[in-house]
């Protein structure tokens, strides 16, 4: 098949509907917005540096995409296996527990990046 420049923007559209199926699906990813704007909102207002913020960016980014790639298979064990199934029930888990693993990640990622803004604040 021949590149396209149409049919690349046309993957965006794609994108962005998993995107809002996400967001209309999955409460966790309404407490993912949340803890983003709020990791947001603390960087500004701590005026974070630009090295500093590639590290917060990096940590949001891998808990977006973890929850994403949790629901895309979610979404498919639920397809394939409409009836409850043990084993679908545990592949379910352990894709749930990487977006935990990540949002831990992230959360100290977080706590270890801003707590010295917090401290240098605090002072002032």
Not at 7 to 12: C, D, N, Y
Not at 56 to 77: D, G, P, Q, S, Y
Not at 81 to 109: G, R, T
Request: glycine share 2%; proline share 2%.
């Amino acid at each position: 098949m021949k590149f396209s420049v149409a049919a690349r923007l046309k993957s965006f559209t794609h994108a962005f509907a998993g995107v809002a199926h996400m967001l209309r699906t999955q409460h966790n990813a309404w407490v993912h917005i949340l803890a983003t704007l709020a990791v947001i909102v603390a960087g500004l207002v701590l005026r974070v540096s630009a090295d500093d913020w590639r590290w917060l960016i990096a940590a949001m980014a891998l808990v977006w995409a973890a929850e994403a790639i949790n629901t895309a298979f979610e979404h498919l064990c639920d397809v394939v296996q409409p009836e409850f199934h043990s084993s679908v029930k545990q592949s379910k888990d352990i894709a749930a527990a990487a977006v935990l693993i990540c949002a831990s990640a992230a959360a100290l990622i977080g706590v270890l990046t801003l707590w010295p803004y917090v401290e240098r604040y605090s002072a002032a």
